[in-house]
């Protein structure tokens, strides 16, 4: 049965939003960065137990096995990124779950590819397995299974997989987060650069400068993220492009980041 979604318009509606899409990326949890994840969890906590149902895509298991195969850039082949993803999935899912048994939740991995979603059967035992650990209170954590991926294959990126997923679950709410505050006119960086508050459904952003700005950890940046606020929007669901440390934030409506209207007539 498909799930009646809550339309969230605005800041104001998204203390209504019951069901939501967090997905953060590879820079903001791994490395040093990694003591991020405490805070995040904190967030995606405190909104569950509020009611909300929450969906979290994390980038990061290739990131974050690095170390453990003495490496300390990103791999180019294919091999060796399926290896690291085996060994920093394990890892990643690890940190997730020891900092939720503070608040006694538990996780549920959920491993994708770009063809799980492409195939109807697939797609549809995909859908029933988040429906029933929603249902269950369980937390998803959603990831590109990297390990069986190919190039042909792959999301590219995992703003492009939060904006399928928070699509599949009919979610009310996705909010991508990353080392950037929010849009701005230009990338940040650069002398002028103002931020963009509020993106209205029919806004084609002509006059926004993208540039990609990156870590070289992870495989997306701004163009990526937008792109992907711009799918969710198209199917009905409102958008929050924002920072990691400020997922509290944004999931409480506080004006924070870049915040996308979604399609008013899906």
Known sequence: MKRERIRVTGRDGVARAMRVVVKVGSSSI???????????????????????????????????????????????????????????????????????????????QVLLTAADLESPTHRTNAQRAMERLLGLRILPIVNENDTVATHEIRFGDNDRLASLVAELVQ??????????????????????????????????????????????????????KVAAARYAADAGIAVILTSTPQADAALTGQVVGTFFDANPVV
């Open 171 to 224: 979610a009310d709410l996705l909010v991508l987060l990353s080392d950037v505050d929010a849009l701005y006119t230009r990338p940040p960086s650069e002398p002028g650069a103002v931020r963009i508050e509020h993106v209205p459904f029919d806004d084609d952003l002509h006059d926004v400068v993208i540039g990609e700005v990156g870590t070289g950890l992870g495989t997306g940046g701004a163009t990526t």
């Open 30 to 108: 791994s490395g040093d960065n990694a003591v991020q994840i405490a805070p995040l969890v904190d967030a995606l906590s405190a909104a569950h137990g509020r009611g909300v149902e929450v969906v979290l895509v994390s980038s990061g298991a290739i990131a974050t096995g690095l170390p453990y195969l003495q490496l300390d850039s990103r791999p180019t082949d294919l091999p060796t990124q399926q290896a690291a993803a085996a060994v920093g999935q394990n890892v990643l899912i690890y940190r997730y779950q020891d900092s939720l048994d503070r608040f006694g939740i538990v996780a549920g």
